[in-house]
């Protein structure tokens, strides 16, 4: 099977050896990479949208859209993006070699990667328990968005619960983090399946392509009910450099995360499909319901969810050195629940 360790090594590379700089943006403005235009960064457009982040008093400059999560870190590291927008992993990786790397935000409070299996799918059922699932991914050929990603994080988790290895009892294939490349490659049987961001699974049904196998988010593995996810984060360097204009972004994502859980459905669709851009609109119905669910009213980390984080990528070895609650959660973001 192809394995990609190297390219992990080849990423923490780019990481250590970026400079550590500061800020490059004028007073006043932010630039903002992410991965993706995944359900977890709808908060930042949301935000944009309604003009939340100019009423609280901070410009967005820059917002590219990045691809991996390893990327977000390291053009936060150069000085490229003053806030990046990625998940857990990514957050952990940058303190690990960054001891001055600090959450922002809690976007999403669920593990929101599903897998989801091709029509042509051999294997168990979804309905089958759990573990007869996980064994059913043996020899499979599964699409990730890259190595070190959530996705790939969350695919070593669940054949670790049943004795089994993405190195040596599958075959990861990094497919970037674009929805449309990803299902096409599940539609042409490029691969068996995918781990991969909502709306995937959505998508994936509402072309006749694929069904839902696995999701984290809707309680399917025991002890990821609920843990921090999706996140902005960047360094202490830059909430020094530029305390006024993170905390009015905080203020403004608090707003829109707010927003999406009082909005209409009607409203949050419209959102979503301006976000989402070609999206099949039988892929929206569930979702406003669904991210109420797992996108917080609150930018705050509770410590259990935030320990839960930890216990899952302690258990997939996928980061090294894991920082306390209290280095990487400033105090305003420290929850009591």
């Not at 990423?11 to 500061?22: D, E, I």
């Not at 957050?91 to 690990?96: E, F, G, K, M």
């Amino acid at each position: 099977m192809r394995r990609i360790v190297p390219i992990l090594a080849a990423v923490a590379l780019v990481l250590t050896g970026c400079a550590q700089r500061s800020s490059t943006t004028p007073p006043g403005e932010l630039n903002v990479g992410q991965i993706s235009n995944s359900i977890a960064f709808f908060p930042l457009f949301v935000a944009e949208q309604n003009g939340y982040f100019s009423q609280e008093g901070v410009r967005l400059g820059e917002r590219p859209r990045l691809g991996t999560g390893a990327k977000v870190a390291a053009a936060l590291k150069s000085g490229s993006i003053d806030l990046g927008a990625g998940v857990m992993t990514d957050a952990l990786n940058l303190a690990r070699i960054d001891d001055k790397g600090r959450l922002v935000a809690n976007l999403v409070d669920r593990y929101y990667v599903d897998v989801v299996v091709g029509a042509a799918f051999a294997g168990a059922a979804p309905s089958d328990p759990l573990d007869q699932r996980i064994r059913a991914l043996r020899g499979k050929r599964i699409g990730i968005t890259g190595p070190g990603s959530g996705t790939e994080a969350l695919v070593t988790y669940l054949l670790a619960r049943v004795g089994m290895s993405s190195a040596t009892d599958c075959e990861l294939v990094n497919l970037g983090s674009t929805a449309a490349s990803a299902l096409g490659a599940l539609k042409a049987g490029r691969v068996d399946a995918l781990a991969f961001f909502q709306p995937i699974a959505q998508q994936a049904a509402a072309a006749g392509i694929g069904t839902r196998y696995i999701s984290p988010a809707a309680g399917d593995v025991p002890g990821l009910e609920r843990t921090a996810h999706g996140v902005v984060f960047t360094t202490q360097r830059i909430i020094d450099k530029k305390p006024r204009e993170v905390a009015a972004f905080q203020h403004a994502l608090g707003r829109a995360q707010r927003h999406i859980h009082q909005a209409p459905p009607d409203e949050i669709i419209k959102l979503l499909t301006a976000y989402l851009k070609g999206i099949d609109p039988k892929a929206l119905t569930e979702l406003p319901a669904l991210m109420r669910t797992e996108i917080p009213e609150s930018i705050g980390f509770s410590r259990a969810s935030f320990d839960t984080a930890i216990a899952f990528h302690r258990a997939t070895g996928l980061v090294k050195h894991l920082p306390a609650y209290e280095q990487i959660v400033p105090p305003a973001l420290r929850a009591d629940t």
